[in-house]
């Protein structure tokens, strides 16, 4: 999930997207949305898969997180336009230039995706978290 952080209006072109809103004390309205159909969060997933971003805390700001690994990070990965397709154990999210990355939405311990794929895992749970290929 993401979060909108602009009050103004509802930035995201996608209506299955929206998980739902809530109200921020000082911020307002917030949309919240699933990662792999809002532009900034798949920009993040690409970075992060990629080698080109920093894991972070998730309770500590500006704080690095050194238990998520990523694995043979994938090249090629352009920001820019994708599409996402929803399967029963995750999401597929095609970018420009052939690159897939997909969000394993039922994380399983212990499962091994094979030589040479890009992988992001952390030990809550010892499962992957994300995965590419291209």
Do not use: K
Not at 42 to 70: C, H, K
Not at 90 to 117: N, W
Request: charged share 15%.
């Amino acid at each position: 999930m993401t979060e909108n952080w602009s009050a103004s209006e509802d930035p995201v072109d996608a209506a299955d997207a929206l998980i739902g809103t809530s109200e921020h004390g000082v911020l307002g309205l917030r949309w919240i949305y699933d990662g792999p159909r809002d532009p900034v969060a798949v920009e993040r997933i690409a970075a992060l898969s990629s080698g080109n971003a920093q894991p972070q805390a998730q309770s500590e700001s500006n704080t690095p997180d050194d238990s998520v690994m990523v694995t043979n990070p994938v090249s090629g990965v352009a920001a820019g336009q994708f599409a996402t397709v929803d399967g029963v154990d995750d999401t597929e999210i095609s970018m420009v230039g052939g690159v897939v990355l997909r969000v394993h939405r039922r994380l399983e311990p212990g499962v091994a995706l094979g030589p040479g794929i890009t992988t992001v895992t952390a030990p809550w749970g010892q499962s992957v978290l994300l995965s590419a290929q291209g």
